[in-house]
């Protein structure tokens, strides 16, 4: 059981997509020396993700996972001798940045080197100046904003940048036949970015975006509830596939399409803001043969099943999506190695290793934290292959690879995972 003092509680199959060249591995030139320069202090991982807003249904696998992630560590002896804790934080959404902020403020003054969130690329560009004037490690397990590539030294995720994404979802899209593309999309640096990236790889592939293209100033504000106008403007356009880019306003738009007769089987599309299960929210039926993607691997099974005892004895009910969980794990996995091998638990020591530790100096291949000590006491370098399945850190601190999931909705609504879709993350 992991201690902690809780700030807010609530809670492939074979298709292969390459988007560029692999981006190169870099060295870190500070830490790693094992001189015992950084600080010793027990490492405290404070957590900055969704427990409320439009993106809460994603809080409990990521909640999860840095839950899980910590006990684990614990288990194996802890960082540099002492047992791990946790701080847990809301990052809210954008409607309301104060949340986010105050969250930040919060954690850094209770002593967190390292902070795992936020969830919305947003969210995590209002406070990543404010982590890396503190020195404190950001690690998003689901940010996939461009904006957020080379951000700063204190900042990295384990889950792809839109690139990625991008093209698969616009190849997804082109190869169900469509060539006349509308897109809800939400006016915020996540929407506009995947956007952009799935717009590209439509127009390269023949398509046309004929509603919310880039430059054409359809987008809606976060938090918008009526899309009567929006729906009716993107339907005028007579496209023969609708791709939806938003978070819980996807329900009002549903709702909306719904009601000017939009057939939504084999024509429509999400991603991993709005990828959810919608059991409860509509007549059965209603997404039948929808598609969408979310960035990662497929959680395994033992893994899912770890995660739903964690949070079923710390947080008190079951765990209903896996979304992130696996990101969320790695991400405090590897910060944890990237402590034992510079031999310091401050944010600087973890920044300047965490390159490393994912393997881009190469190393021993290893699974687990455990295993990762073992091989760093033994001098060698390492490569960290966690649960989501991403590549080694380049410059930016991208992963320099990562799987798409796609899944497909049946008769209730429910989307379940079909295949991966592997991309690299161009240079």
């Not at 802890?78 to 047992?83: E, M, P, S, Y």
């Not at 356009?237 to 007769?261: G, H």
């Not at 079951?318 to 696996?326: I, M, P, T």
């Amino acid at each position: 059981m992991i201690r902690r003092s809780t700030a807010a509680r609530g809670l492939a199959i074979a298709a292969v997509l390459s988007v560029g060249l692999a981006a190169c591995s870099t060295t870190t030139d500070a830490g790693g020396d094992g001189d015992g320069a950084g600080s010793q202090d027990p490492l405290i991982v404070g957590t900055i993700l969704p427990l409320t807003g439009t993106l809460a249904f994603l809080g409990p696998p990521e909640v999860a996972g840095v839950g899980l992630a910590i006990d684990d560590i614990n288990e194996a002896g802890g960082v540099l001798g002492n047992d791990v804790t946790m701080e847990q934080g809301d990052s809210g959404d954008t409607t309301d940045t104060s949340v986010a902020q105050q969250t930040a403020t919060d954690l850094i003054s209770k002593g967190a080197q390292v902070v795992i969130g936020a969830a919305s690329s947003a969210v995590s560009l209002n406070v990543v100046d404010q982590f890396t004037e503190a020195g404190v490690m950001q690690i998003s397990p689901a940010n996939t904003a461009t904006d957020l590539s080379g951000a700063s030294d204190f900042f990295t995720r384990t889950a792809p940048p839109d690139t990625v994404q991008g093209a698969a979802l616009g190849s997804l899209i082109l190869d169900g036949g469509h060539q006349k593309v509308a897109m809800i999309v939400q006016d915020e640096a996540y929407g506009t970015g995947l956007r952009d990236n799935v717009q590209q790889a439509i127009e390269a592939g023949g398509g046309e975006v004929v509603y919310g293209a880039t430059g054409e100033g359809d987008e809606f504000p976060p938090g918008e509830s009526n899309f009567s106008s929006i729906v009716t403007s993107a339907l005028s356009t007579e496209p023969d596939a609708i791709a939806v880019i938003a978070f819980e306003e996807t329900k009002a738009i549903v709702s909306e399409l719904t009601s000017q007769d939009w057939d939504f089987n084999g024509t429509t599309y999400f991603c991993d803001g709005n990828t959810a299960s919608y059991e409860e929210d509509f007549d059965p039926g209603t997404l039948e043969g929808v598609v969408g993607t979310i960035p990662g691997a497929q959680a395994p099974e033992e893994f899912r099943e770890r995660l739903t005892g964690w949070y079923e004895e710390n947080e008190g009910s079951e765990l209903s999506d896996y979304s992130y969980a696996a990101e969320s794990y790695d991400a405090v996995i590897l910060a944890a190695l990237a402590a034992v091998r510079g031999d310091g638990t401050d944010g600087t020591t973890i920044s300047e290793n965490i390159k490393a530790v994912s393997g881009a100096e190469g190393g021993t291949e290893v699974t687990s934290f455990e295993e990762g000590v073992t091989a760093l006491e033994a001098g060698d370098e390492i490569h960290y292959k966690g649960q989501s399945g991403v590549g080694p850190l380049n410059e930016q601190n991208d992963p320099t690879s990562a799987l798409i999931g796609v899944y497909e909705y049946g008769e209730d609504n429910v989307n379940v995972f079909a295949r991966s879709i592997e991309g690299e993350v161009a240079e």
